[in-house]
């Protein structure tokens, strides 16, 4: 239907992510629609699936920018946590006690006490 409006690329684009949010298509449905688009005709078919590589490309694109992101989150709280395993090798090195790295690092005594040993 969206093919043959013949709506501009913004317009398309507009309406696509109207049904990617709010009316996901399962994979039976999924499977129907491409069953639908190979019983068209050959022009009308090559649209509609360029339509659709399209979107799930950019769905992709999209999971792929999520995931750096979330990964790049979690390297630097990693990072963070491995400064301050440093620190309190560092302190622990100088004589400092186990409640006061705990007091001046924020981390659990437990934590401090492993490093400890």
């Not at 009316?23 to 009308?44: D, F, Y």
């Not at 007091?103 to 934590?111: C, I, R, S, Y």
Request: net charge negative; charged share 35%; glycine share 8%.
């Amino acid at each position: 239907m969206l093919v043959r409006l013949e709506l501009d690329e913004a317009k398309q684009r507009l309406l696509f992510g109207f049904f990617e949010t709010y009316l996901r298509l399962s994979e039976e449905e999924e499977a129907k629609l491409r069953n639908e688009v190979s019983q068209m005709e050959t022009k009308e078919a090559k649209r509609v699936m360029e339509l659709i590589v399209s979107y799930e490309q950019r769905g992709m694109e999209k999971g792929i920018q999520q995931g750096i992101e979330q990964g790049m989150k979690q390297g630097r709280q990693q990072g963070i946590e491995e400064g301050k395993l440093d620190v309190v090798k560092r302190m622990l090195a100088k004589g400092y006690d186990v409640d006061t790295i705990h007091e001046l690092t924020g981390l659990p005594v437990e934590t401090i006490k492993k490093v400890k040993q």
